[in-house]
């Protein structure tokens, strides 16, 4: 029986398919070793069973390899077994969706919930798990008498399976442990709860709590507070909620639901909470991008008010947001162009656009600054300054501020300590496939895009992936995408147009669509997946018991600094937030991530004040995390972060004060002042 030749192309794809498949499959079985060597101890005299486990597990994937090599090469020999399968999965019937929620709910918890994720560290193997998930999830949900998989079950199956990982990373951290979680989580919670929920501490009443924080994150982070006195597991709940509802929230708002595919338009959301969780963006962005979303569907008048609301609180959550809004409705408004043979409706459209971006400009930056232009109309009055604090980024000595207050380490855009891929890199897997699946529905028309319309998708896209990348750069960001926020929302806004003017169709009809574009689909499914997969593990932190101890010496030592001075949470103030630690005054100077921004900065002003209260012993205790003095530089991760917190924080403190107790498994240390402290700052 003749064969069909194979095309070039075709057989370059297998050669790949196939080294790749080694290379995998070869580094997985190393991960294991390296494993099975590092808890050899562990095993004890039944450490032969680790040997014997490397072996079986060695034999298990050179089965797989040499299965993938039959299905690359030779995958007519397995079509008998592909009939079989296929004939048992539709023969499963509601035991399909059993066996789909197994498959993804299992792994998940084993990685998260069990010692198993503290050991399967290797990236190869997580891999391999990430891979077989999205494959089998992809079998069961395709929905075809004759094959056992179609590229849009595994597209479908990977979206899932990074969706499941997605969200429980998000909620991973709800739990009623006291302690920090990780680095800034305390604090941060301290906080959300100043705007509403200032009864909690003792201040005076009639000064003002400084928190380091903007008000739109305050305010969203804050609600609960309004309810009364909440528990810190509720305050994660929040959290957990507040990072995954309102990305899908957008998602089923701007890709707007179609009646030939409902299934296609609640996916969406999905998609739009895994692709945005890959920066991830705070929150007030994605509510900003909402309202503009609502804009687009509503009626002119409404569309209004609505994107300059979406302007005041983009500003009021980030300065650098304002105009993002504005930029939003210009690039939708353009980009929505029909009818575009009828010069009346083009010029009408022009007119929309403009209108809604003098709609966003108002909400963003006219109003915050009201008062201080109707002080320039009227001289008789004394005009204030904006803000000391942000920076007026529209005037030229407004972005110099902003660029230079603290130093641009250029090293991050490649791969670097702090972020393994770098930024260019990261963000080249985060939304190629996306920008290239775009770019292909503009050459095959299926996207008709003038060049006006194309004008304003570029240009909103080019200006932001410009402001993104210096914002990322600077130090003490880098460590992931998340300061390219505006940019992968213009991406979601832009994929939006293109689903409105039909490529939602495409998407119904994958698995009629070129071979290239199904692989590419399904590669992206496997991006989003890629990173909570691998960042899945169990919560790192004290067993209860010893938390417990902790917290009540903590409490002992407060208890009797404050009859003798003050007490500074320079961290882990959620004990205050959460009544862990009670009828204490708040200190609310010198805040963890205040003073961190500070150093950053070299701002020695700000610091002459707080060695001053340290040489005068202002606190009678200090709550810390554990300090050092350790320099790393640049090859370490943070390593200039850590040697700017070294020199202005950790060594002044060191020298003034010092440690009575260190809790290393919650993180927490407490430092007294010296007795005789020489040659301090």
């Known amino acids: 029986m003749n064969q069909k030749p194979v095309s070039f192309i075709e057989f370059m794809f297998r050669v790949l398919g196939t080294a790749l498949a080694a290379w995998i499959f070869l580094r997985a079985e190393l991960d294991f070793a390296r494993m099975i060597q590092e808890n050899i101890a562990k095993l004890g005299r039944y450490g032969f069973l680790g040997t014997v486990a490397i072996i079986l597990v060695g034999v298990l994937l050179v089965g797989l390899f040499l299965l993938v090599v039959l299905i690359l090469w030779q995958p007519g020999r397995l079509e008998s077994y592909e009939r079989k399968l296929t004939a048992w999965r539709e023969r499963l019937g509601w035991w399909r969706w059993i066996l789909l929620l197994v498959v993804l709910l299992f792994p998940m918890v084993l990685l998260q919930y069990t010692p198993v994720g503290q050991y399967l560290t290797g990236s190869y193997l997580r891999l391999l798990l990430l891979l077989g998930m999205g494959l089998v999830s992809g079998v069961f949900l395709t929905r075809d008498h004759q094959h056992l998989a179609r590229s849009s079950g595994l597209v479908v199956g990977f979206l899932l399976t990074a969706t499941v990982f997605t969200l429980v990373q998000a909620f991973a951290y709800v739990s009623s442990y006291p302690f920090s979680l990780h680095w800034s989580e305390g604090n941060r919670f301290w906080d959300y709860s100043i705007m509403f929920g200032r009864r909690l501490y003792e201040f005076p009443s009639d000064q003002r709590i400084f928190a380091y924080i903007d008000r739109g994150r305050q305010s969203l982070w804050g609600l609960p507070f309004l309810l009364g006195d909440i528990s810190i597991w509720q305050m994660r709940l929040w959290n957990g909620i507040v990072l ?19 299934i296609l338009w609640l996916l969406s959301g999905l998609w739009a909470l895994n692709f945005l969780s890959q920066g991830p963006i705070y929150t007030p962005l994605v509510l900003c991008a909402i309202l503009v979303a609502i804009a687009w569907y509503s009626p002119y008048w409404l569309a209004l008010p609505l994107i300059a609301v979406a302007g005041y609180y983009a500003q009021l959550s980030r300065f650098t947001w304002m105009f993002a809004p504005a930029i939003w409705a210009g690039l939708i408004y353009i980009g929505d162009l029909v009818d575009r043979d009828r010069k009346r409706e083009i010029l009408r459209r022009f007119s929309m656009a403009a209108g809604a971006v003098l709609a966003g400009l108002v909400g963003g930056y006219v109003i915050p600054r009201w008062s201080s232009i109707t002080q320039l109309l009227n001289p008789v009055q004394v005009a204030a300054p904006i803000s000391s604090a942000q920076p007026d980024i529209v005037s030229l000595e407004g972005v110099q501020s902003m660029v230079s207050r603290q130093p641009l380490i250029w090293e991050r855009l490649l791969p670097n300590p702090t972020f393994g891929p770098g930024i260019l890199l990261a963000l080249l897997l985060a939304v190629g496939p996306l920008v290239i699946y775009l770019v292909y529905m503009l050459r095959a028309r299926r996207w008709k895009l003038d060049w006006l319309g194309g004008l304003a998708v570029l240009g909103g896209l080019l200006v932001f992936l410009i402001v993104g ?25 832009t994929a939006a147009l293109a689903w409105k003017q039909g490529g939602y169709r495409s998407l119904l009809q994958l698995d009629q669509e070129p071979v290239w574009t199904q692989i590419l689909w399904v590669l992206m499914m496997v991006i989003f997946a890629y990173q909570p997969v691998m960042l899945s593990a169990p919560l790192r932190k004290a067993p209860d018991s010893m938390a417990r101890e902790a917290l009540e010496q903590i409490r002992l030592e407060v208890a009797s600094a404050k009859q003798t001075g003050e007490v500074l949470f320079l961290d882990q103030r959620q004990l205050l937030t959460f009544g862990f630690i009670e009828d204490v005054p708040l200190v609310d100077d010198y805040e963890k991530k205040y003073l961190m921004d500070q ?13 001053d209260d340290l040489a005068k012993r202002r606190f009678a205790l200090i709550v810390s995390e554990p300090l050092k003095v350790k320099l790393q530089g640049s090859d370490y991760s943070f390593g200039e972060e850590n040697d700017a917190w070294v020199k202005w924080v950790s060594k002044p403190i060191l020298c003034y004060y010092e440690p009575i107790a260190t809790f290393k498994r919650v993180r927490v240390e407490l430092l007294m002042p010296r007795e005789n402290p020489v040659d301090c700052p």
Do not use: C
Request: charged letters at 15%.
């Open 244 to 262: 995954t509802l309102p990305y899908m929230l957008l998602g089923w708002i701007v890709f707007r639901k179609k009646p030939d595919n409902r």
């Open 469 to 493: 990348l210096i914002v990322s750069v600077k130090i003490g960001g880098g460590s992931n995408l998340h300061n390219l926020d505006m940019f992968l929302i213009s991406l979601v806004f």
């Open 599 to 611: 150093a950053l900065s070299a701002d020695e002003q700000y610091f002459s004040g707080f060695y």
